[in-house]
């Protein structure tokens, strides 16, 4: 029973720490079972499996708030609406991850 509220309080920590992370980078979110989203564009390839040459052909320094959020959604197969202003990087938001499921 120790164990179980332990890992409820890991798994609420996490959470906000999620939030905290959203919040920060103004990423608002609706729906349900979203994943977190990316900082890092080499967590594209360690969570999700996108391949080296394509983070490699990758030359923004780090994703964009939209792209944070879009790119795993999208590679979870899931419906999106992104709305973010001009130049924001939704392109690249959508094309990473269709490229990815056009390799596969």
Excluded at 1 to 13: N, P, S, T
Excluded at 84 to 104: E, N, Q, V
Aim: positive net charge.
């Amino acid at each position: 029973k120790k164990q179980k509220k332990e890992a409820e309080r890991i798994k609420e920590l996490y959470a906000e720490k999620i939030n905290q992370f959203r919040n920060a980078n103004k990423i608002n979110v609706h729906g349900s079972d979203i994943p977190s989203p990316v900082s890092e564009w080499i967590q594209l390839v360690e969570e999700y499996g996108v391949s080296e040459t394509m983070f490699n052909n990758i030359t923004y320094p780090r994703p964009t708030p939209v792209q944070m959020q879009t790119i795993p959604l999208m590679l979870n197969n899931r419906e999106v609406l992104s709305c973010a202003p001009t130049g924001s990087g939704k392109t690249a938001a959508y094309l990473i991850p269709i490229l990815h499921a056009l390799k596969a």
